[in-house]
């Protein structure tokens, strides 16, 4: 019984002894955690591409037209105090001629003639009475009547003129020259050129004029109208 308890005091001293010296012993060094790296993305920098505005230069070539003067009628023929001759500028290629139609006319005579255009339509009743230019004694303007000239040449026997389609004209005889005054805008129209004797028929001094050659040329000199028909 005694060697029992002897061996129990002495587990107890044991117990004890071990408990003092677990709090006797110097404490466990507490481990500092290591720092943790933040790795922090950086967003790559976008740079914007400048826009550098594109100058188109346009080079814009004017074309020059030279103006092609075309030679559309040239003919010689006679006449009496008491005929008279008609060009249609259909046949000459133009149908219809436009206002802003540019030409030239010369006539060459023996005597003096009168040179004038009208619209095809009228030319075709120019043998009525009522249609002969003349000139009068109290007067040193043509009497034209019911004809509408224009492109007028007046006593021609070597005489050029330039000419403008497109305006109606209102003239003056001015001693020695057929001057133009108003001007009225013209439209379209089939035109005819007619050489004329008949108002020497009026004047004494034509009395024994029998017949008389002239020579006529037209030339297209500018203008809008390009023509192609089937005519």
């Not at 009168?114 to 619209?119: I, K, V």
Request: hydrophobic share 35%.
């Amino acid at each position: 019984m005694i060697g029992n308890k002897s061996l129990i005091w002495a587990g107890a001293c044991l117990i004890v002894t071990m408990v003092i010296a677990g709090c006797m012993s110097p404490p466990a060094p507490v481990q500092t955690p290591a720092p943790t790296t933040v790795m922090q993305t950086i967003p790559p920098t976008m740079t914007e591409a400048t826009t550098v505005p594109v100058t188109t230069t346009v080079v814009t070539t004017r074309t020059t037209e030279a103006v092609v003067e075309k030679e559309i009628l040239h003919d010689t023929g006679f006449l009496t105090t008491k005929t008279y001759k008609t060009y249609d500028f259909k046949a000459m290629g133009y149908k219809f001629i436009y206002p802003g139609d540019k030409f030239r006319i010369t006539i060459k005579a023996e005597k003096p003639v009168l040179g004038y255009a009208l619209n095809t339509e009228q030319a075709g009743g120019l043998q009525g009475s009522q249609l002969i230019p003349q000139y009068v004694s109290y007067s040193t303007k043509v009497q034209w009547g019911l004809i509408d000239p224009s492109f007028v040449l007046e006593k021609a026997t070597n005489s050029t003129g330039e000419f403008v389609y497109g305006d109606y004209v209102e003239y003056r005889y001015d001693g020695d020259k057929y001057i133009a005054m108003n001007k009225t805008k013209g439209e379209v129209h089939p035109l005819t050129y007619v050489v004329d004797g008949r108002w020497m028929s009026y004047d004494p001094v034509y009395d024994n004029v029998q017949t008389f050659s002239y020579e006529i040329t037209i030339t297209k000199t500018g203008g809008p109208t390009e023509q192609s028909f089937d005519f």
